[in-house]
T-cell receptor
Framework: KQEVTQIPAALSVPEGENLVLNCSFT??????LQWFRQDPGKGLTSLLL?????REQTSGRLNASLDKSSGRSTLYIAASQPGDSATYLC?????????FGTGTSLTVIP | DAGITQSPRHKVTETGTPVTLRCHQT?????MYWYRQDPGHGLRLIHY???????DKGEVSDGYSVSRSKTEDFLLTLESATSSQTSVYFC?????????????FGPGTRLTVL
């Protein structure tokens, strides 16, 4: 069974800082890995999808990397803004299933 | 945003009663999923479907059943609700095509079992 760990569980940074969120998983035989954000009381919004053959994926101020062999992915957020405050979750997929970490709760302080 | 709706959005019920949650999509995606989200556990897969009448169990399927008679609808049934099934339930869809294998989530259903 895939185990997904996200560190740190919570993070508070001042506006404008660059930051890195970490995701590790135990089974490296993944199909792809997806990063989501979740605002309080809301559903999940897809941010980035990295295929297993890719090493990086970028969208605006977000950059996600994947090291499949070591079971790690990182989400880099550049020039953080208060609107980035949310919980960020990673989800590697194995076969027909996606497995979720418990997320990193990010607070960006104006 | 992907066209996914969930109904009801909120429900309070009593222990022992049956409950059915509905997920409806307008994207014609092949795969549909039901997750539950609980503090400290993240999202856990209950059941998923890979086509009409094709379903399989996820990590936490005990006490739940599903049905998919049409591409657009995926129903989750709690045959006899228990307090441990109090949770937020999310439906998700996916096309499972290479390079478009993104999951899209519905807004969630908050279920309280008293």
């Amino acid at each position: 069974k895939q185990e997904v760990t996200q560190i740190p569980a919570a993070l508070s940074v001042p506006e404008g800082e660059n930051l890195v969120l970490n995701c590790s998983f135990t089974d490296s035989a993944i199909y792809n890995l997806q990063w989501f954000r979740q605002d309080p009381g809301k559903g999940l919004t897809s941010l980035l999808l990295i295929q297993s053959s890719q090493r990086e994926q970028t969208s605006g101020r977000l950059n996600a990397s994947l090291d499949k062999s070591s079971g790690r992915s990182t989400l880099y957020i550049a020039a953080s803004q208060p609107g980035d405050s949310a919980t960020y979750l990673c989800a590697p997929s194995t076969g027909n299933q996606f497995y979720f970490g418990t997320g990193t709760s990010l607070t960006v302080i104006p | 945003d992907a066209g996914i709706t969930q109904s009801p959005r909120h429900k309070v019920t009593e222990t022992g009663t049956p409950v059915t949650l509905r997920c409806h999509q307008t994207e014609n995606h092949r795969y549909m999923y039901w997750y539950r989200q609980d503090p400290g556990h993240g999202l856990r897969l209950i059941h998923y479907s890979y086509g009409v009448k094709d379903t399989d169990k996820g990590e936490v399927s005990d006490g739940y059943s599903v049905s998919r008679s049409k591409t657009e609808d995926f129903l989750l049934t709690l045959e006899s609700a228990t307090s441990s099934q109090t949770s937020v339930y999310f439906c998700a869809i996916s096309d499972r095509q290479y390079r478009t294998d993104t999951q899209y989530f519905g807004p969630g259903t908050r279920l309280t079992v008293l």
